[in-house]
């Protein structure tokens, strides 16, 4: 299946067609990120078909020359936010990749979804367009993928993530928790939970290629 046919039932709603009008006057009236032809990027970069992993973050960095689509990365131009460096911190300490590209175009291409719940925010607002109405795509996109995949893992840092898993079916897939990487969290779980390793385990585990981190 193609995103354009697993989407397709939502985005011919009255709730996407109202969102997307409140999406296009947000770009046109105020400074908005990422750039506009970014939104879905994350989308672009895996297809349906190819998703094994799904990261979940909460809304694009605010700042800057930062946000690309993806949640976690940012533009090489800019330095690394601190979740980020400590996303590189436990990447390091648990199988010992030392990587130098902020962006995660990569880990994307390989089949790791890198969504955020919120697609856009304002410049400097961080949240800012938490009740614009994307979670329940986003939601949407969520389901869809527990529903119609098997042995998927589901990556939930952090309090708002885990709240995702209610949309998961944990029968049928992996669901990997921990402390948020930010720096106000990281400390209570982040830190030493191998994420990755186990990522590459269960995987392996269902006959499926590791990720190259």
Same mark, same amino acid.
């Given at each position: 299946?193609?995103?354009?046919?697993?989407?397709? +039932?939502?985005?011919?709603?009255?709730?996407?067609?109202? $969102?997307?009008?409140?999406?296009?006057?947000?770009?046109?009236?105020?400074?908005?990120?990422?750039?506009?032809?970014?939104?879905?990027?994350? *989308?672009? $970069?895996?297809?349906?078909?190819?998703?094994?992993? %799904?990261?979940? !973050?909460? =809304?694009?960095?605010?700042? =800057?020359?930062?946000?690309?689509?993806?949640?976690?990365?940012?533009?090489?131009?800019?330095?690394?936010?601190?979740?980020?460096?400590?996303?590189? #911190?436990?990447?390091?300490? =648990?199988?010992? %990749?030392?990587?130098?590209?902020?962006? *995660? =175009?990569?880990?994307?291409?390989?089949?790791?979804?890198?969504?955020?719940?919120? $697609?856009?925010?304002?410049?400097?607002?961080?949240?800012?367009?938490?009740?614009?109405?994307?979670?329940?795509?986003?939601?949407?996109?969520?389901?869809?993928?527990?529903?119609?995949?098997?042995?998927?893992?589901? %990556?939930?840092?952090?309090?708002?993530?885990?709240?995702?898993?209610?949309?998961?079916?944990?029968?049928?897939?992996?669901?990997?928790?921990?402390?948020?990487?930010?720096?106000?969290?990281?400390?209570?779980?982040?830190? !030493?939970?191998?994420?990755?390793?186990? #990522?590459?385990?269960?995987?392996?585990?269902?006959?499926?290629? +590791? #990720?190259?981190?």
């Amino acid at each position: 299946m193609t995103w354009t046919e697993v989407l397709a +039932p939502i985005k011919k709603t009255e709730y996407f067609k109202t $969102l997307w009008e409140k999406v296009k006057n947000e770009y046109e009236t105020t400074k908005v990120f990422p750039p506009k032809n970014q939104i879905f990027r994350a *989308l672009e $970069l895996t297809p349906f078909d190819d998703v094994e992993v %799904v990261i979940i !973050g909460q =809304d694009p960095y605010h700042n =800057d020359h930062q946000a690309n689509g993806l949640c976690f990365s940012v533009s090489e131009q800019v330095a690394a936010p601190p979740s980020l460096k400590n996303i590189f #911190i436990e990447l390091k300490d =648990d199988v010992g %990749v030392v990587r130098t590209s902020k962006e *995660l =175009d990569d880990w994307a291409r390989q089949g790791v979804l890198l969504l955020n719940a919120t $697609l856009t925010v304002r410049a400097h607002s961080p949240n800012s367009h938490k009740d614009l109405g994307w979670e329940k795509f986003t939601d949407f996109i969520i389901k869809e993928i527990s529903d119609k995949k098997e042995n998927v893992v589901f %990556v939930l840092w952090g309090a708002f993530a885990q709240k995702k898993a209610e949309l998961i079916d944990p029968a049928k897939h992996f669901i990997l928790k921990s402390a948020h990487p930010s720096p106000f969290s990281v400390h209570r779980g982040f830190f !030493g939970s191998k994420p990755f390793s186990k #990522i590459n385990e269960y995987l392996i585990s269902k006959g499926k290629k +590791p #990720i190259s981190w």
